[in-house]
């Protein structure tokens, strides 16, 4: 296994930049590996792009950028300085933190040894799966990391099958359902009432946000705030992503015409869900749906 510096260096160094002798004096153990493809495969409602394991020293400090992945940080000792949402956090051990996709990613040693693995998982329903399990941006308490599972995923993460892509798929899910245990607990309850709400009544011409404010009794910006520090979205991108996460599984499973999955999903325009589509999977619902049939071969 290659050893990276992803994101991760003395003081800065380019993502993937090969460690140095010098650099390495900080690192004590640095297992990454990486999807051979950069994007999951047709069909699959999300996937694995990359996983490592990393053990510390000294100061090192990762580039701070928006990714375009959600990442789970799962600590099993010693501590660390992770910024969720523009607030710098300790992430200690037997603590969680994720990050959702267009979140800023920032982390730093903070002091000693600090040992942690990580997961990035992408596709485009990947944050409405991770809100679906309640995982939040944040940090939390949720046990020692299941060290087997991540042992087991890393082999299916490098080999370019479908069916590894299926097995490292159905691990990081396990992942994420043990990590799910503790967030269930501690996520916002207000919060917790608008979610299950939208995934309720998604697709009712009522639900909107104005609905969604209304029910919680609360003003627009305190609302939303509350929600973006929850979930990691605004509440009127996580329910258009939640129609649209219907609306792939129409177009894959059905053969209903487009205006009329468009309507089923809470789309009155079916011009502008087609735009959406195309955004999501950058191609039109047609083009979708006739590559990402269930018994299509890859």
Same mark, same amino acid.
């Given at each position: 296994?290659?050893?990276?510096? *992803?994101?991760?260096?003395?003081?800065?160094?380019?993502?993937?930049?090969?460690?140095?002798?010098?650099?390495?004096?900080?690192? %004590?153990?640095?297992?990454?590996?990486?999807?051979?493809?950069?994007?999951?495969?047709?069909?699959?409602?999300?996937?694995?792009?990359?996983?490592?394991?990393?053990?510390?020293?000294?100061?090192?400090?990762?580039?701070?950028?928006?990714?375009?992945?959600?990442?789970?940080?799962?600590?099993?000792?010693?501590?660390? %300085?992770?910024?969720?949402?523009?607030?710098?956090?300790?992430?200690?051990?037997?603590?969680?933190?994720?990050?959702?996709?267009?979140?800023?990613?920032?982390?730093?040693?903070?002091?000693? %040894?600090?040992?942690?693995?990580?997961?990035?998982?992408?596709?485009?329903? %990947?944050?409405?799966?991770?809100?679906?399990?309640?995982? !939040?941006?944040?940090?939390? *308490?949720?046990?020692?990391?299941?060290?087997?599972? =991540?042992?087991?995923?890393?082999?299916?993460?490098?080999?370019?099958?479908?069916? *590894?892509?299926?097995?490292?798929?159905?691990?990081?899910?396990?992942?994420?359902?043990?990590?799910?245990?503790?967030?269930?607990?501690?996520?916002?309850?207000?919060?917790?009432?608008?979610? *299950?709400?939208?995934?309720?009544?998604?697709?009712?011409? !009522?639900?909107?946000?104005?609905?969604?404010?209304?029910?919680?009794?609360?003003?627009?910006?305190?609302?939303?705030?509350? =929600?973006?520090?929850?979930?990691?979205?605004?509440?009127?991108?996580?329910? !258009?992503?939640?129609?649209?996460?219907?609306?792939?599984?129409?177009?894959?499973?059905?053969?209903?015409?487009?205006?009329?999955?468009?309507?089923?999903?809470?789309?009155?325009?079916?011009?502008?869900?087609?735009?959406?589509?195309?955004?999501?999977?950058?191609?039109?619902?047609?083009?979708?749906?006739?590559?990402?049939?269930?018994?299509?071969?890859?």
């Amino acid at each position: 296994m290659g050893i990276y510096l *992803d994101f991760l260096t003395p003081r800065r160094c380019n993502m993937r930049q090969e460690a140095s002798g010098a650099e390495m004096t900080a690192i %004590i153990i640095n297992q990454a590996v990486f999807r051979p493809s950069t994007e999951p495969s047709h069909g699959l409602p999300f996937g694995v792009h990359s996983a490592g394991f990393y053990k510390i020293r000294s100061s090192l400090v990762c580039n701070r950028r928006v990714i375009r992945f959600a990442q789970i940080f799962w600590c099993a000792s010693g501590s660390g %300085i992770i910024e969720i949402n523009g607030k710098k956090r300790i992430l200690s051990a037997n603590q969680v933190a994720l990050y959702f996709p267009g979140m800023y990613h920032n982390w730093d040693h903070n002091r000693g %040894i600090w040992t942690f693995h990580w997961i990035a998982l992408d596709g485009p329903l %990947i944050a409405p799966l991770l809100s679906s399990f309640g995982l !939040e941006a944040s940090i939390y *308490d949720a046990g020692p990391p299941p060290v087997e599972l =991540f042992a087991a995923l890393n082999p299916h993460v490098l080999k370019p099958t479908r069916q *590894d892509e299926l097995e490292a798929s159905a691990i990081a899910f396990s992942i994420l359902a043990r990590a799910a245990k503790a967030s269930v607990r501690q996520q916002d309850a207000l919060v917790r009432e608008a979610l *299950d709400l939208m995934h309720l009544k998604w697709n009712s011409p !009522e639900m909107n946000v104005k609905t969604l404010v209304a029910a919680s009794r609360q003003r627009w910006a305190s609302f939303s705030r509350r =929600f973006y520090a929850s979930v990691g979205v605004t509440p009127g991108k996580y329910l !258009e992503r939640l129609k649209i996460q219907n609306a792939l599984v129409l177009l894959q499973h059905t053969s209903q015409p487009i205006k009329d999955v468009s309507r089923r999903c809470g789309f009155s325009d079916p011009n502008y869900f087609s735009r959406l589509i195309r955004n999501v999977t950058g191609k039109s619902p047609l083009q979708f749906r006739s590559e990402s049939r269930p018994n299509r071969r890859i």
